[in-house]
């Protein structure tokens, strides 16, 4: 039973560059959240997807989008990286009917450092 | 105001010492969730605890136990006889679905430490 997936595991971009990071979610779940891990800090929300549309969101500007397939795998794109957008971002994934009062599975993140 | 903080930053203790985690968390609703999870230094997070709030039951599991209060919001977290590979940075995380908000809110987290 595959949990969540992420990768990359590591990336390094610089200023105003784009990325994207892909997530599968644990066999079972349709719905992908994705929260940012700034260092020293809790994981922040960013926005949740479920039957390929945004659902909720965080408190993130429009730089921040995502996508979700039709297989429940989920892309977060960043935009115009800035030196703050170095993090580690987590995937989360949840029966959609259970998203508030079960635990989230967490994948083991993606690392982005931006010079 | 944070929803969820945890005062402790870091907590070093000698393995088999017990260890109590604080957590106070704020919320107008009155159905919510509260969850513990465990972070090792590989990055993921992993499910510890799960309380609602209307069941105000303690439980042990293991050497994990949590003290949920809701006269003083607080959903605090032990780990008795403590081992070596207990550390990790711990979080407390609320989900308030009756809001609208059904995702978590993470605390800042609280360090351990454990040493031989």
């Known amino acids: 039973d595959a949990g969540v997936t992420q990768s990359p595991t590591h990336l390094i971009k610089t200023r105003g560059q784009q990325v994207t990071l892909r997530c599968s979610p644990k066999?079972?779940?349709?719905?992908v959240s994705w929260y940012q891990q700034a260092l020293g800090q809790g994981p922040q929300f960013i926005f949740q997807?479920?039957?390929?549309?945004?659902?909720q969101r965080g408190n993130f500007p429009d730089r921040f989008s995502g996508h979700q397939f039709p297989n429940y795998s989920s892309e977060l794109n960043v935009n115009a990286l800035l030196l703050g957008d170095s993090a580690l971002y987590l995937c989360?994934?949840?029966?959609?009917?259970?998203?508030?009062?079960?635990?989230?599975?967490f994948g083991d993140g993606t690392r982005l450092s931006i010079l | 105001a944070q929803k969820v903080t945890q005062a402790q930053t870091e907590i070093s203790v000698v393995e088999k010492e017990d260890v109590t985690l604080d957590c106070v968390y704020e919320t107008r609703d009155t159905t919510y969730y509260l969850f513990w999870y465990k972070q090792p230094p590989s990055g993921e997070l992993v499910f510890l605890i799960r309380r609602n709030s209307f069941d105000e039951q303690n439980e042990i599991s293991g050497r994990y136990s949590w003290n949920f209060q809701k006269s003083t919001s607080s959903f605090n977290f032990t780990i008795t006889a403590s081992q070596v590979v207990d550390s990790a940075v711990y979080f407390c995380?609320?989900?308030?679905?009756?809001?609208?908000?059904?995702?978590?809110?993470f605390g800042k987290g609280t360090m351990l430490l454990v040493s031989p």
């Open positions: 066999s079972g779940h349709d719905t």
């Open positions: 995380a609320l989900s308030e679905p009756l809001s609208g908000y059904s995702t978590l809110t």
């Open positions: 989360a994934s949840s029966l959609w009917e259970d998203r508030s009062n079960q635990p989230q599975h």
């Open positions: 997807y479920y039957e390929e549309e945004e659902r």
